[in-house]
């Protein structure tokens, strides 16, 4: 990061995911959008505080404000799961939320009082977007602002309050990123002007991290990476797997995640008879994923459209496991289709389904050819699109047009 830049160059990043510390196990790809915008831009980021973080740091030469907004013992809204699931987990969680949108507006009128930034891009619609736009306003700062939607934000909170707040944070941005052609579909039913939606993905790094393994994976071993949330599906999966064990006695299953829904899965299996054939890893840090993909045969994603309407906005560790040269299984979403073409680069199974689910899992283990070609084709197609050189490009291409 070159903190010489000129006034032109500085970009504040807003967001409530973000590492904690070196080895976290929350998602990582805001953090490593800002490592590959920074060699262009002069980058900081306002995240929130969580229990012994230090207000400022320069996370990896990155400048990262934490605002407080609770007191210490309340400050839980975001990390271990996103803001969305907390809400779920905790209705009392709710009465946090106007102390977190004050912490955050004044954190940042802070912020553009004491610098001068070139831009804004908050990441989520709420409460990122609707904070960024308030603190603009009372600081009577032009400066443009690029929100971007990840899905969960657009796809969920259907209530009339929230879908009047986004329409506001859609209206008022100046440019809006979809990290998916279903957000963006989501997006313009708002109606947003097309011109102004812009898909931009998250990256991965599929030159040195998620790489094919140089030996031929030969166990019948499925792999299930995601939080343990309704809209991962895995509960479907494990409806789907007397039948496939029934076919094929000598596979497994190793779950990758923690989350709610990780009590109810375990109580499942061991009711199905099946927890010697199930390993639950529990979350492990991103560094450690790449040789877990590596030894799978097959990496199933089953998500599904849960109750509140939250869904997949893209499943960024589906392209993990694909760079990794995996042969995927993935529930027929508007947003997985942006990665998965059918009997191409995966295979695509109706949501909900564990029959369906269970005979494309079943096919696949009986036709290694056609999974190692999956696997190869898999790896191609996301190397092409979704690798950082490709998405923090389109990134840079999209701010420069409006901090010119």
């Not at 996103?82 to 779920?88: E, V």
């Not at 497994?252 to 990780?262: A, F, K, R």
């Not at 899965?265 to 054939?277: D, F, M, V, Y």
């Not at 191409?344 to 009986?366: D, M, R």
Request: charged share 20%.
């Amino acid at each position: 990061m070159n903190n010489r830049l000129p006034n032109n160059k500085r970009i504040l990043i807003m967001t409530s995911t973000f590492p904690r510390y070196q080895g976290d196990t929350d998602p990582p790809f805001v953090y490593e959008l800002c490592t590959h915008i920074a060699s262009h831009y002069s980058v900081t980021i306002l995240a929130p505080h969580a229990r012994g973080l230090h207000r400022r740091e320069n996370f990896n030469s990155l400048p990262i404000y934490r605002f407080k907004y609770f007191f210490q013992f309340g400050e839980m809204l975001a990390y271990d799961g996103g803001m969305l699931n907390k809400l779920r987990q905790h209705r009392a969680a709710y009465l946090i939320i106007p102390f977190f949108l004050v912490g955050e507006i004044a954190a940042a009128l802070r912020l553009l009082k004491s610098q001068s930034y070139a831009l804004i891009n908050p990441h989520w619609l709420l409460p990122q977007g609707f904070c960024a736009l308030i603190a603009r306003s009372i600081s009577r700062s032009k400066t443009p602002i690029i929100c971007t939607v990840h899905g969960g934000d657009i796809f969920a909170l259907r209530d009339p309050l929230s879908t009047l707040l986004k329409l506001f944070v859609l209206r008022g941005s100046d440019a809006v990123i979809a990290v998916s052609r279903a957000v963006k579909d989501k997006v313009l039913r708002f109606g947003i002007d097309d011109s102004k939606v812009h898909i931009i993905p998250m990256g991965v790094d599929l030159q040195k991290l998620f790489v094919p393994s140089v030996q031929e994976q030969t166990k019948k071993k499925l792999l299930f990476v995601g939080r343990l949330v309704s809209k991962k599906g895995l509960l479907i999966l494990i409806e789907s797997l007397p039948e496939v064990f029934r076919h094929h006695p000598d596979a497994t299953l190793t779950i990758v995640g923690s989350g709610p829904q990780e009590y109810v899965a375990k109580q499942r299996i061991a009711a199905l008879n099946l927890s010697h054939k199930v390993e639950f890893l529990g979350a492990l840090p991103h560094h450690q994923l790449p040789i877990i993909y590596q030894s799978a045969s097959i990496v199933i994603f089953p998500s599904i459209v849960d109750p509140s309407g939250d869904t997949e906005g893209l499943g960024m560790v589906m392209i993990e496991a694909m760079g990794c040269g995996c042969a995927v299984i993935a529930s027929d979403l508007p947003a997985v289709r942006d990665v998965v073409i059918d009997h191409t680069t995966g295979i695509l199974v109706e949501q909900q389904n564990p029959a369906s689910l269970a005979e494309k899992i079943i096919y696949l283990l009986e036709n290694p050819t056609e999974r190692r070609a999956i696997g190869k084709n898999a790896r191609q197609f996301v190397r092409q699109r979704f690798d950082w050189s490709v998405t923090a490009s389109s990134y840079c291409e999209l701010i420069e047009r409006f901090i010119k």
